[in-house]
């Protein structure tokens, strides 16, 4: 706990230039079809570029570069980059350069960042702890619930 808490204030001490959006899914209130690995995993960071891109892209957006961690199993990895890809050439400009990379994240500081930040986002939701959340709170510019106003839950 106290190298999380250390790693916590590093990030903290660091915050400028940093933000963090969050897609939240209450997997319970997935549809059985969407669940499904072959969809769910492909999909979700669709969402999450839909909800996020529109509010960054400026006329002064030469390219967009979406970085991943490495999915160890090739044909996860080829559904999730197809499915980012996608997602780019709907929404991008005409011409707008893009790419999609994967990087270990023992070896990108930015996916080990990126992992604590998802870390004390998903305390919050799922056990109420805030310690951590609340040291990110000011480059917390979102967090989209995707299921938030759906009522069934599936399991």
Not at 25 to 52: H, N
Not at 120 to 138: L, N, S
């Amino acid at each position: 706990m106290r190298v999380r808490r250390r790693v916590f204030e590093l990030i903290a001490a660091h915050l400028d230039g940093l933000r963090i959006d969050s897609l939240t899914v209450e997997k319970p209130k997935t549809g059985p079809a969407l669940r499904e690995d072959r969809r769910f995993y492909p999909e979700m960071p669709g969402y999450l570029l839909k909800y996020v891109l529109p509010k960054e892209l400026n006329g002064d957006t030469e390219e967009v570069i979406v970085i991943t961690d490495a999915i160890p199993v090739q044909k996860k990895r080829r559904a999730i980059e197809k499915a980012i890809r996608r997602t780019l050439a709907e929404m991008l400009p005409a011409g707008m350069r893009y790419r999609v990379l994967h990087h270990q994240s023992r070896s990108h500081y930015g996916l080990q960042v990126a992992d604590y930040c998802c870390w004390a986002v998903f305390r919050k939701w799922q056990r109420g702890e805030t310690e951590h959340y609340d040291r990110i709170r000011p480059v917390l510019r979102s967090e989209f619930d995707i299921f938030l106003s759906g009522t069934r839950y599936y399991y």
